[in-house]
């Protein structure tokens, strides 16, 4: 689908023709939150008039993606997850030289490599640079030496940035309290999705019902609690379905095997697209030990299901334990498998709580709100420069 439309606003900036932004993120070989908030968000501001560019290392799934929807995509060489001195100074050589080719109106980095490089390479040629956290990595979750580098890094970074904006506003008030930036550099933006059709809308009062857990395969989640807990309520009728693939894929294959759950659990692999998998299910899960903002929450909102989901990063935020669904401690498979059984066992709870998500979602979570959010953001930026 492309990102036309006929809503086109008046962008103009200096009688030049509209607003020019450049997105930067890490890389293009994989689909994770971050890269799906920045296909959203440059989907939508070209309909509505803006001049959007991606630039991202390598190429892949997500430059596949950007290429249907007609977003200009950039590859870079010299960009990767985790760069070293030598290549990052390349990579700030190869970004500048971009920026003075695509001259941008302002440059929005995403994620930390991209982040940190980028803000370096704009905020050198003059040129006013963002910087959106999806969760910081100097939160609890991870350990103590890697959340002192992660935070001496957005330090060092964040007198680059005109604004930094995150996700959620635990995200915002771990910034504050930690003094990683000035707090007038500071926004929440909460994160959001796209409206889907009917036809993704799911069923979640069919029984019995199938549980899912779209996260990538990594030491991050944790699908481990997830089979543990479900290993408790074999005597009730449901099956699992895992979207997503990773690093702990054999890890996590081995141990359903040993805890006797093989013939219910699938594993179903990178989906570029989750919505018609979402619309199948009847409950969805998100067993983590670190988040920023969970994306998949929303879809999983949006598409009116129940959510249970570990108590980490910005999860309370857009997870109303009791009323949208359950918050659970980290690691506890005993109190997961409890709210796993009240929800398999009770298709009425599953509807209720599926329908208080959805109407959260139309209430927070669209992406109406969060271009309005933004765009404000980006007028003033502009209007300082």
């Avoid at 995509?73 to 010299?78: G, K, P, T, W």
């Avoid at 707090?183 to 019902?209: F, G, Q």
């Amino acid at each position: 689908m492309k990102c036309s439309g006929e809503e086109r606003a008046d962008v103009s900036s200096l009688n030049r023709g509209p607003v020019r932004i450049v997105f930067l993120i890490s890389q293009a070989d994989d689909i994770g939150g971050a890269h799906v908030h920045v296909r959203d968000l440059a989907c939508a501001l070209r309909q509505r008039g803006y001049d959007t560019i991606v630039l991202a290392g390598g190429r892949g799934a997500f430059a596949a993606q950007l290429s249907a929807r007609g977003i200009p995509f950039y590859s870079l060489r010299n960009i990767h997850r985790s760069v070293g001195p030598l290549k990052g100074m390349q990579a700030v050589v190869e970004i500048r030289r971009l920026l003075k080719e695509l001259r941008p109106d302002l440059v929005s980095t995403h994620s930390t490599t991209a982040g940190l490089i980028g803000r370096i390479a704009a905020w050198s040629l003059g040129i006013p640079v963002l910087f959106t956290a999806h969760g910081w990595g100097f939160t609890d979750g991870r350990p103590l030496a890697q959340r002192l580098a992660f935070w001496l890094a957005e330090r060092a970074a964040a007198p680059f940035s005109a604004r930094i904006i995150t996700v959620c506003e635990s995200d915002l008030e771990a910034g504050r309290r930690t003094h990683v930036a000035r707090r007038d550099r500071l926004i929440a933006i909460p994160n959001a999705m796209p409206d889907i059709s009917d036809a993704h809308r799911a069923n979640p009062e069919r029984s019995p019902p199938r549980i899912i857990m779209v996260a990538r395969l990594s030491w991050w989640k944790d699908h481990q609690t997830l089979l543990r807990a479900l290993a408790g309520l074999v005597e009730l009728e449901w099956t699992l379905e895992l979207v997503g693939d990773g690093p702990t894929r054999p890890e996590v294959q081995a141990l359903t095997a040993s805890l006797g759950l093989a013939q219910r659990v699938y594993f179903q692999g990178f989906k570029a697209e989750v919505a018609s998998h979402l619309a199948e299910a009847q409950l969805f899960v998100l067993a983590s030990k670190w988040e920023g903002f969970p994306r998949s929450i929303l879809e999983a909102m949006r598409a009116g299901l129940p959510v249970v989901a570990s108590d980490v990063g910005g999860v309370r935020e857009s997870v109303r334990d009791g009323e949208t669904g359950f918050v659970v401690r980290g690691g506890d498979a005993e109190e997961l498998g409890d709210r796993l059984r009240r929800l398999i066992t009770s298709p009425e709870l599953r509807l209720q709580m599926g329908r208080s998500g959805r109407a959260l979602y139309e209430e927070r979570y669209t992406i109406e709100r969060l271009v309005a959010q933004t765009t404000a953001v980006y007028s003033a930026v502009l209007a300082e420069g």
